[in-house]
Each structure stands twice: as structure tokens, then as C-alpha cells.
């Protein structure tokens, strides 16, 4: 019930901080912060090879000193190599760069003791800061937008420091000073440790993010001034991971239960309960959502909003897909095996990227929404087939 809280609230925080841009910075702002975004969220990702959802796992089975030394050491390793990435590849707007860095190493800090509380099954504490961020964002936001009448990229940017900021502080708070415990001796093989298993999930989630973000960036990339076309896209992202968080809450649960499971028959059926539930509500949910009108999204968005209606038609089979992928990619990770998500993501990244680089330059925004919905459809498969093997093999 409490994960259940949280994710809503997180979900309708998202949706009012969305309509905020929406209406105050157009399709071209929202353009720009989702380029921004998926830097903050690279460089979470590669911290949390050490600081990341693996931590779940090993919490039970490893020294928390140990863990806190190797997971501190890499998330500051991190940055420099999120850093050398936007630098090559570009894809962060250059004078948003610093502000991408910074932010991630916040959110990969608060990202870390997130998952140090789930592992310990101190759910309450878990779901209570997945909520303060987005509700902390929202306030912020709207005392500067509505209140002070400052509506820029750079003001959200400003409010993101805040609201990290007292998400981190409330992070460390709930952790407790008497468990920050750092082992340094033996720093080289703890951190060995815990990327030998960290970097098999994360991967998956690297390459997941690449599903979810590539295309946009892509058609930023390879069609001349599309930046309008990029917020268009982000905001058929944006619904559908309002109904996603839905699955998440169920996930965050699942997830904690099967790493503290040895029966996985219990494993099994416990991801069936779940997973019935999570494409019921996906699929229902995304129904209602293409079915609304063009514009209803103009008035409540502004008239920038042009297309997002058939944005969301070709993000549709996505949506449902990734509903189910949600709970069996938790199915696998809890159980340890993070082949199976690495791969799942893999498998998707490769057609939607032939498909993104040789249709986008020429259908634009559609071509890039189908790339991403592709990329989902595909891992759902193929993580589908695998959950079905097993419990065939099981009987």
C-alpha cells in the first residue's frame, strides 16, 4: 500500500511538473530538459554498476563497510566517465553540461542509500523519498514559475538542486549516521566484488536507457532544428511513465521479497501475481490515454503541442510491453540473474537503433516514436520466453 502511495504520488508530481513546462516552456524547453535529463540519468546509471539496484542483492550477503567504501569510490569515478561520454557524443546541450554532471552525482548519492534501504527492507523509508523528490520539484517549481513569474530551462534547472538537495539531506537522515561505515582496506577487491554482479544489471539498464532516451536523442541528432520534435516525444515518455510507476510500485516490492526468497517456485508465482495485475492496469490505462483527443492536449499543454496524440499510437505497444518487462526484469534481477536483462535490453537496442538511424531522417518524430516502442516490444519477448522456460522446465 505505502509503494503504492508513493508511486502515485511520484506519478501525479510528474504529470503536474510536465504540464508546468508544458505550458510555461513549450515543446522546445521540454526538448532541452529531456536532453538534460538523459545525461543526469547516464551518469546514475554507470554509478550504479557499485551503487545501483545490485546492492538489493549483496546488502544480505556482504559487509556494509565494504559496500559503502566500493560503492563511495565508484560513484565518484562515475561522473568522470559520464563526463567523457556527453563530451564525445555531444548530446547534452554544451552550456548544460556542468549542471548534468552535478546533478547526477546528487541523484546517484541519494540513488545509492535508496537502494541500501531496500535492501534492508526499510520499505517505508525507500517509498517515502521516492516521494519527496518529485512533490519537493513541484513546490519548488511553483514558486518560481507561478509565484515569481520566472519561467526558464534555468530556473528548473535551479529547482532540481533543490530538490535533490533536500532529497539527499532526508536520504542521509533516514539512513542513519551510525551506518555510515566506510572499509578501505581490501578497497581494490570489495569493489571487484560488487561490479562483478552490479555491472551485469546495470548494463541492462544502460542499454534500457538507450531504448528509452536514444531515439530522442537521435532525432535531435539527424533532423535539422527538431528540438520542438524532441519535446513532443518526451511528453508521450513522460505519460507513459505515469502508468508505468504503477508496475514499478509492485515491482519495488516484488524485487525486495525475491532477493530474500530461496524457493523459486514461491519466486514464480509470486511474478505471475504481479505480473497479471501489471498488464491489466498498463493495458487499460494506455488505452484511455490514446483515446484522448489532439485538443485536449493543446488546452491543457498550450498549442505547441502538435502530433503527440499519434506520438503516443506508435508509443502504445510500447507501453504495454514494457508493463510486463517491469516486473519479470524484476523476476530475474531478484533472483540474481541479470544475464537475462542485459540481454533483454541488448536485443531491443539493436533493431530499434538500425530502424531509428535509417527511418528518423526521413519520418522524423513518428519514425523515432516507433524506434523506442520497438525497442520495448522486443525486450518484453524475449523476457517473456525466458520466464515461460522456466516454469515449463520447473514442472
Request: net charge positive.
Amino acid at each position: 500500500m505505502q509503494a503504492a502511495l508513493a508511486r502515485y504520488t511520484l506519478m501525479l508530481s510528474a504529470l503536474a511538473t510536465v504540464w508546468l513546462n508544458g505550458r510555461y516552456l513549450g515543446t522546445e524547453g521540454l526538448g532541452t530538459i529531456a536532453l538534460l535529463s538523459t545525461g543526469i540519468l547516464l551518469q546514475v546509471m554507470i554509478s550504479g554498476c557499485a551503487a545501483g539496484g545490485a546492492l538489493v542483492y549483496l546488502v544480505p550477503r556482504m559487509p556494509m563497510p565494504k559496500l559503502m567504501a566500493a560503492a563511495s569510490l565508484w560513484i565518484a569515478l562515475s561522473t568522470l566517465a559520464a563526463a567523457a561520454v556527453m563530451v564525445v557524443t555531444g548530446f547534452v546541450p554544451g552550456e548544460w553540461l556542468v549542471h548534468a554532471l552535478i546533478l547526477g552525482w546528487m541523484q546517484s548519492c541519494f540513488f545509492f542509500l535508496q537502494q541500501l534501504m531496500l535492501g534492508r527492507e526499510r520499505v517505508q523509508h525507500y517509498n517515502a523519498l521516492i516521494a519527496i523528490q518529485p512533490m519537493s520539484l513541484l513546490v519548488f517549481q511553483l514558486f518560481f514559475f507561478v509565484v515569481f513569474h520566472d519561467a526558464s530551462v534555468m530556473s528548473f534547472v535551479i529547482c532540481l538542486y533543490l530538490s535533490f538537495s533536500l532529497t539527499l539531506f532526508f536520504a542521509v537522515r533516514r539512513w542513519g549516521s551510525r551506518d555510515f561505515t566506510w572499509q578501505f582496506r581490501g578497497l581494490t577487491h570489495s569493489l571487484k566484488e560488487v561490479l562483478a554482479l552490479g555491472w551485469k544489471a546495470q548494463a541492462g539498464n544502460l542499454f534500457h536507457l538507450y531504448n528509452l532516451r536514444g531515439p530522442a536523442v537521435l532525432l535531435d541528432k539527424l533532423v535539422p532544428q527538431a528540438r520542438s520534435s524532441v519535446g513532443v516525444l518526451a511528453l508521450g515518455l513522460y505519460a507513459a511513465e505515469a502508468i508505468w510507476n504503477v508496475a514499478k510500485s509492485m515491482s519495488t516490492v516484488q524485487y525486495a521479497r525475491i532477493a530474500n526468497m530461496g524457493n523459486p517456485h514461491e519466486m514464480r508465482v509470486l511474478t505471475r501475481y504481479y505480473l497479471k495485475r501489471s498488464l491489466f492496469f498498463t493495458t487499460g490505462a494506455t488505452a484511455v490515454l490514446v483515446c484522448i483527443p489532439e485538443s485536449w492536449f493543446a488546452a491543457i499543454l498550450g498549442n505547441e503541442v502538435s502530433g503527440l496524440q499519434q506520438t503516443l499510437w506508435w508509443l502504445a505497444p510500447g507501453m504495454v510491453a514494457n508493463g510486463s518487462s517491469i516486473i519479470l526484469a524484476h523476476y530475474f534481477s531478484g533472483k540474481g540473474d541479470y544475464r537475462r536483462t542485459l540481454r533483454a535490453s541488448m536485443f531491443g537496442a539493436i533493431p530499434a537503433a538500425c530502424a531509428g538511424m535509417g527511418l528518423i531522417p526521413v519520418f522524423g518524430l513518428s519514425a523515432a516514436a516507433a524506434a523506442l516502442s520497438l525497442a520495448l516490444v522486443v525486450q518484453a519477448l524475449y523476457l517473456l520466453w525466458w520466464y515461460r522456460r522456466e516454469s515449463l522446465t520447473a514442472h
